[in-house]
């Protein structure tokens, strides 16, 4: 019985905590695992984000800084096209013009009386005027085509002063006047009325300063010319004078003895020079003279381009 009451009532026994399990012991190595994924993650979409940010056409770019404003490119300026005004089309004559055919630029214009004051140059290398049919055609305020002047002379890049001589024409300096550069082809020069005589001859006198060159014709087709020339002493230098003299006898030497000649008399000298084609005659080609047209050219292109050049030109009917 004693025993009996030395022992406990297993009820009345309260449960005794002999330790503790922590769980966020066990959670740490769970977390360190996640953040360094969620870092390789971060680490692999960086490339990915940072493309987006910079392309303005992604979702991303348009969220953070709005759709782009469409701006249109810039077309680079060609500058060098635009610096001439087209010389094929009617401009204004004036100094701050500049127009551009092919390759023969004319700039600043100015206008007094009869004679077009100008400057000329080639855009690119070498053109020789003379060569080719071009033309400085002049309109007036009301449209009119008052004439025109034929283009001469050597060009290169250099730019030179050109006074161009617009024969017929006295410019009114209250009135403005326009121009564009014309080539024209023997279809183009205008029809002439020559003064023919029964079998078909007529001859047209040009005269400008101290030269008269007679063009023979027969059916409107050149078969003759008779050019003279004559220089004063006292309009030269004695240097001037004799190079001038020297440059004809030269002259008169490559055309033939039996075709020019060169004269000093009391005064100065004269050079003539009669080519006859009928007699099968050519021009050598180290004679240089672009008032001296092939064998059977037409009366209206040389009557044109005489004209245009300045010469006071008049028809005749005196036979060859």
Same mark, same amino acid.
């Given at each position: 019985?004693?025993?009996?009451?030395?022992?406990?009532?297993?009820?009345?026994?309260?449960?005794?905590?002999?330790?503790?399990?922590?769980?966020?012991?066990?959670?740490?190595?769970?977390?360190?695992?996640?953040?360094?994924?969620?870092?390789?993650?971060?680490?692999? %979409?960086?490339?990915?984000?940072?493309?987006?940010?910079?392309?303005?056409?992604?979702?991303?770019?348009?969220?953070?800084?709005?759709?782009?404003?469409?701006?249109?490119?810039?077309?680079?300026?060609?500058?060098?096209?635009?610096?001439?005004?087209?010389?094929?089309?009617?401009?204004?004559?004036?100094?701050?013009?500049?127009?551009?055919?092919?390759?023969?630029?004319?700039?600043?214009?100015?206008?007094?009386?009869?004679?077009?004051?100008?400057?000329?140059?080639?855009?690119?290398?070498?053109?020789?005027?003379?060569?080719?049919?071009?033309?400085?055609?002049?309109?007036?305020?009301?449209?009119?085509?008052?004439?025109?002047?034929?283009?001469?002379?050597?060009?290169?890049?250099?730019?030179?002063?050109?006074?161009?001589?617009?024969?017929?024409?006295?410019?009114?300096?209250?009135?403005?006047?326009?121009?564009?550069?014309?080539?024209?082809?023997?279809?183009?020069?205008?029809?002439? +009325?020559?003064?023919?005589?029964?079998?078909?001859?007529?001859?047209?006198?040009?005269?400008?300063?101290?030269?008269?060159?007679?063009?023979?014709?027969?059916?409107?087709?050149?078969?003759?010319?008779?050019?003279?020339?004559?220089?004063?002493?006292?309009?030269?230098?004695?240097?001037?004078?004799?190079?001038?003299?020297?440059?004809?006898?030269?002259?008169?030497?490559?055309?033939?003895?039996?075709? %020019?000649?060169?004269? +000093?008399?009391?005064?100065?000298?004269?050079?003539?020079?009669?080519?006859?084609?009928?007699?099968?005659?050519?021009?050598?080609?180290?004679?240089?003279?672009?008032?001296?047209?092939?064998?059977?050219?037409? %009366?209206?292109?040389?009557?044109?381009?005489?004209?245009?050049?300045?010469?006071?030109?008049?028809?005749?009917?005196?036979?060859?």
């Amino acid at each position: 019985m004693g025993e009996n009451n030395n022992q406990q009532d297993p009820r009345l026994i309260q449960p005794e905590i002999i330790g503790e399990l922590r769980k966020d012991k066990i959670g740490k190595p769970i977390l360190v695992i996640e953040l360094f994924l969620l870092f390789g993650i971060v680490l692999a %979409a960086l490339p990915l984000i940072n493309n987006q940010l910079n392309d303005e056409q992604s979702q991303l770019y348009k969220l953070i800084h709005g759709a782009p404003v469409d701006i249109a490119p810039t077309i680079p300026v060609d500058t060098k096209k635009e610096e001439f005004l087209d010389g094929s089309k009617v401009n204004l004559l004036a100094f701050d013009t500049k127009m551009k055919y092919e390759n023969i630029v004319i700039q600043n214009f100015e206008l007094s009386n009869g004679i077009i004051s100008c400057v000329m140059y080639a855009y690119n290398g070498i053109i020789d005027l003379d060569k080719k049919d071009l033309y400085l055609e002049i309109t007036s305020t009301s449209d009119q085509v008052l004439g025109a002047i034929k283009l001469v002379g050597t060009f290169d890049n250099v730019e030179q002063h050109v006074k161009l001589e617009a024969y017929g024409i006295q410019f009114n300096p209250n009135l403005s006047y326009s121009g564009k550069i014309v080539e024209m082809t023997d279809d183009d020069f205008p029809q002439i +009325e020559l003064n023919e005589d029964t079998n078909g001859f007529a001859t047209l006198t040009c005269t400008k300063d101290n030269r008269s060159i007679q063009y023979y014709f027969q059916n409107k087709f050149l078969i003759k010319i008779d050019d003279t020339v004559y220089h004063a002493i006292s309009d030269y230098t004695d240097d001037e004078y004799l190079n001038l003299l020297k440059e004809y006898q030269e002259k008169a030497s490559k055309l033939g003895a039996t075709v %020019a000649s060169v004269n +000093e008399v009391m005064n100065g000298f004269q050079y003539r020079a009669i080519i006859d084609y009928d007699t099968k005659y050519v021009i050598p080609d180290s004679v240089v003279d672009y008032n001296y047209y092939p064998e059977n050219a037409l %009366a209206k292109k040389i009557a044109y381009a005489q004209k245009s050049k300045g010469f006071d030109c008049k028809w005749f009917t005196t036979s060859v």
